[in-house]
């Protein structure tokens, strides 16, 4: 039977350290690094994600400067407003939060931040230092991912890894962080031919593909370490991954529970990377 890796536990831990790095932030430097989340329009979900950022932040001594747009802005207004935080220096972290109403788009304001303060990481030249190696602002959940790795000791190196899903926020940086730490990286998505016995293959398997219960049990390698990313609501109100979990469960050496798993991590190494993008931008590097 596999053992649990712990969400909730590791980010809180997280959150202790980043409360400590902005604590001596702020006796260093005057201010506590500082937050800007901007939401435009009123989807509940992001509503929800965004207000529990916020509130993550004031946990932690983190700055929070709310920005809170109606659906019909503009282009030209979001991109002003862009502008405005790229220039304060109060601000060291700058979240829009996606997805944008379908008039806005969100490679062009994504491209307008200052990547410095691109604490998601989705700013081509934090993508472009991924895929070089080299340090920059990576995004939050393969971060969180890669932290929950760490945890279990398992050795990264060498092993055979899969990644389920391809997109740009998770599958892809996960599988360039999996390479970074010399694993043997196979990344997979709706097209892969015989998806189960690649799956089969993977002494760590992450899996982000929105589809609910897509790998079962039986695709799992014994001894593996489960890593699901997905998070999908079924109609009854539950929600459930993109691994069957009892079933997999059965034959992993470790596997994250949904919810408990990689939801708190993206959170937690969001606020990471404000401390980290404060203290680059502030003391130099990066
Ligand atoms: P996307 O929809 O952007 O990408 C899904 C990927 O999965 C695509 O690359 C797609 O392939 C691939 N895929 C879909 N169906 C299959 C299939 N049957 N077989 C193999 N590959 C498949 O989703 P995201 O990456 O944004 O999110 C993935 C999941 O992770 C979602 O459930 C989301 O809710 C969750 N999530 C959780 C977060 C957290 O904090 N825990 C944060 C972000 C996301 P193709 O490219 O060919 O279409």
């Not at 971060?143 to 929950?148: A, S």
Request: proline share 7%; aromatic share 2%.
């Amino acid at each position: 039977m596999a053992q649990l890796i712990d969400g909730k536990a590791v980010a809180r831990e997280i959150r202790e350290q980043v409360r400590n790095e902005a604590a001596e932030f702020h006796a260093r430097h005057g201010r506590a690094p500082g937050l800007a989340t901007v939401l435009v329009g009123s989807d509940p979900a992001s509503a929800t994600y965004v207000r529990s950022k916020r509130r993550a932040c004031a946990e932690v001594g983190i700055a929070s400067f709310p920005f809170e747009l109606p659906e019909e802005t503009t282009m030209r207004e979001l991109l002003g407003l862009v502008d405005e935080l790229n220039r304060r220096e109060d601000v060291h972290g700058i979240l829009v939060q996606l997805p944008l109403p379908s008039h806005l788009s969100a490679q062009t304001v994504i491209a307008a931040l200052d990547p410095r303060k691109d604490v998601d990481g989705l700013h081509p030249v934090n993508q472009g230092k991924l895929l070089q190696g080299v340090p920059g602002l990576r995004p939050c959940t393969p971060l969180g991912v890669m932290e929950l790795l760490a945890r279990t000791g398992v050795p990264l190196a060498g092993a055979p890894a899969v990644v389920v899903g391809r997109s740009t926020l998770v599958g892809k940086p996960t599988a360039l962080l999996l390479l970074e730490c010399h694993a043997t990286v196979t990344l997979c998505h709706s097209r892969t031919r015989d998806l189960a016995s690649v799956v089969r293959s993977a002494e760590v398997l992450v899996v982000a593909a929105g589809r609910p219960g897509l790998v079962r049990g039986d695709w799992v390698r014994t001894g593996a370490v489960v890593i699901d990313v997905g998070i999908n609501r079924l109609p009854s109100g539950e929600l459930i991954g993109d691994v069957d979990f009892h079933t997999a469960s059965a034959r992993a050496a470790w596997i994250t529970p949904v919810p408990g798993g990689v939801g708190p991590m993206t959170v937690a190494m969001l606020l990471r990377n404000t401390v980290q993008a404060a203290r680059w931008i502030v003391e130099g590097q990066a």
